[in-house]
């Protein structure tokens, strides 16, 4: 068994935040992450776009006060509106404090940090560095950790979290070089696993964004609260999904249908290709169903429409966005400065998750806290997205609330003792699940259920919903964990076996797809990302409150607790 004061699952953003922030607080503590990847792959290394906090560089009228206004209202009003206030006093502190880092944003004539429009932002306040900007922020956080000895287990498959009567313990993890099963006591354990995009059969997210610490929690007894609320980005490139980011349409882009018209104007007038995301998606999904998309080969009544940079000129591309133009170029043979993008929504992010309070700490149910458990990043729900969440607020939610949980975990590991528990029975019982995948005589293959329940969820559960159409997805749900039980693999070798690790993947897959499934149908009513068209209106009186699902090999509990409100008052949110 190992041993670590501090064990951090997840080594992107927001989990190397947090380690950094205890080993400057205190350097003495014990601190390790393990990640299924080597860090600097995680997906926040692919974060384009920027980092959103009022520095008032380009935009002096800017103030944090009308950034929590424009997060809140890009929410639906289901944010906690004291978590809002804690992201957007704290944003330009942790801008400074990652430049003095060394992370290298792009700069104005004077040298200050440049700053961008984006969705839903009233003023031009994203960071960015080009559009590789959570590579540039990542980068200087690995680098740093290494400086404070962090211990890093990188490519090891964290397998289950032991949490015994809401204690949390230590881990059970897999080294995927070769096999070896390894138990770890720790104080702390913290979850900065990132998202679930790989639950939909078209995502942005890289391949390792399959839900696990989300589930590993649910499986664990922990609630996941509003889980229904998944954001599309409305530019994911066709047909492959990945992202082309909002800093093209901040940059001046325009969305363009069959017709050649600019459509936003009838969607959103004000704030045209900017509206907030959900209303974009949801723009670009019904111009698509009304025959307004576009064909391959130009023809109307296709499955895309289009980005246009034409108007913007080679230069402009070149230095502002040259990662999304190489992207369209390589993925799809696309030169962007003479033709335009195909794009279609795309799923995202995870606005919901692991319930916590401001200081990271992870819930237990709405009135309780577990003990030694924390969580931040995309994975976490402090709720500062509420039901939308803006683009360039999640790298910020990563470095505040990652800082923020790394302070509270060096305060409280002061007074916290390693648990007993009974390290061996964990050991057999991973050993024993890894050997039943292995050794498994099944029909099916994985990558074939894994394609069907990706397709499910896609169909089931996408831009627009219905309670018909979300029953059939519920009772598809039934059928695939049945089918799970037939799943065989070709690989069966201890050696650098990602079929077995995509084989522990699809179950977490699976296990978020229906719990995000169903808070969906129990929310009757449309709020920000959850558009339903059998409830067609935001409904304050009956479902102003944030929803906690519990799993259960049973089934799921859905509950439901209380919003924090107190700077801004709902309102119809318009745009
Ligand atoms: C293409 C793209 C562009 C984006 N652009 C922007 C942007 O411009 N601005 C913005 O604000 N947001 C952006 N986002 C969102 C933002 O990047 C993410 O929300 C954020 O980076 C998540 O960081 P994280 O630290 O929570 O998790 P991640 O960076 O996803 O890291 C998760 C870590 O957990 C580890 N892990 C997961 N499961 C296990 C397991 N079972 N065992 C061991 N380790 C595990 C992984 O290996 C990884 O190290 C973008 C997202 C995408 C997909």
Redesign the pocket.
């Known amino acids: 068994m190992l041993e670590h004061d501090v064990i951090i699952?997840?080594?992107?953003?927001?989990?190397?935040r947090a380690a950094l922030e205890i080993k400057r607080l205190n350097p003495s503590v014990d601190v390790a992450i393990?990640?299924?990847?080597h860090?600097i792959?995680?997906?926040?290394?692919?974060?384009?776009?920027?980092?959103?906090a009022s520095l008032k560089n380009v935009d002096p009228n800017d103030s944090w006060e009308a950034h929590a206004f424009d997060t809140v209202k890009g929410s639906d009003y289901l944010a906690d509106q004291d978590a809002v206030a804690i992201l957007t006093q704290e944003a330009p502190d942790v801008i400074i404090d990652l430049e003095h880092m060394g992370v290298l944003f792009s700069r104005l004539e004077d040298g200050k940090i440049a700053q961008r429009a984006f969705g839903g932002h009233t003023h031009n306040r994203t960071c960015y560095a080009a559009d590789k900007?959570?590579h540039a922020m990542l980068h200087e956080l690995v680098n740093n950790l290494r400086r404070h000895e962090v211990k890093i287990y990188q490519e090891?498959?964290?397998?289950q979290l032991i949490l015994e009567d809401g204690d949390a313990k230590g881990l059970v993890?897999y080294h995927i070089e070769d096999g070896e099963i390894v138990i770890v006591r720790a104080k702390v354990v913290m979850c900065?696993?990132?998202?679930y995009?790989r639950v939909f059969n078209t995502t942005?997210?890289?391949y390792?964004?399959?839900g696990?610490?989300l589930s590993?929690c649910a499986i664990a007894g922990i609630p996941l609260e509003d889980m229904e609320f998944v954001q599309f980005h409305p530019t994911g490139l066709y047909p492959v999904g990945?992202?082309i980011?909002?800093?093209v349409r901040g940059e001046g882009a325009y969305l363009i249908n069959s017709e050649g018209r600019r459509f936003m104007e009838d969607y959103a007038p004000s704030r045209m290709e900017l509206a907030p995301r959900d209303i974009t998606s949801r723009a670009i999904t019904r111009e698509i169903r009304a025959g307004r998309g576009i064909h391959l080969d130009g023809r109307p009544g296709g499955p895309f429409i289009y980005l246009d940079l034409r108007h913007m000129g080679q230069e402009k591309i070149m230095s502002r966005i040259p990662f999304c133009w190489e992207e369209a170029h390589r993925l799809v043979g696309v030169d962007a400065v003479y033709e335009p993008m195909p794009v279609r929504p795309t799923a995202?992010?995870c606005m919901g998750g692991i319930p916590v309070n401001t200081d990271g700490r992870v819930r237990l149910s709405g009135d309780k806290l577990t003990e030694g458990l924390f969580a931040?990043?995309?994975?976490a729900c402090v709720s500062v997205h509420g039901a939308n969440r803006l683009?360039?607020?999640?790298?910020?939610e990563?470095v505040v609330y990652?800082r923020r949980t790394g302070r509270s975990i060096a305060e409280y590991v002061k007074n916290r003792k390693f648990s007993e528990f009974d390290s061996q029975s964990y050991l057999d019982n991973a050993k024993q699940r890894i050997q039943g995948l292995l050794t498994k005589k099944g029909t099916i293959r994985l990558g074939a259920l894994r394609q069907q329940f990706q397709d499910s969820m896609s169909e089931h559960c996408g831009v627009f919903r219905s309670e018909e159409v979300m029953q059939a997805g519920l009772t598809q749900i039934q059928e695939f964990k049945e089918k799970y039980n037939q799943v065989y693999l070709d690989d069966t070798d201890s050696c650098w076996n990602t079929e077995l690790i995509e084989a522990m993947e699809l179950q977490n897959i699976m296990v978020v797809g229906e719990i995000i499934l169903t808070s969906a149908f129990n929310r009757k009513e449309s709020r920000g990302a959850h558009s339903r068209e059998d409830y067609t209106q935001r409904d304050d009186p009956n479902f102003l409150k944030h929803t906690l699902a519990y799993y259960s090999v049973a089934g799921i509990d859905v509950q439901y607790m209380s919003v924090a409100l107190g700077m801004f008052e709902p309102k119809e949110r318009k745009y």
Do not use: F
């Open positions: 699952i997840g080594g992107g953003l927001a989990g190397c393990v990640a299924k990847t860090p792959r995680s997906h926040s290394v692919a974060a384009q776009g920027g980092i959103a900007t959570g090891w498959y964290v397998m993890m900065a696993t990132g998202g995009g942005s997210n890289d390792a964004s399959t696990d610490g590993m990945v992202l980011s909002e800093a995202h992010y931040a990043g995309e994975c683009g360039s607020n999640s790298l910020l990563c990652g």
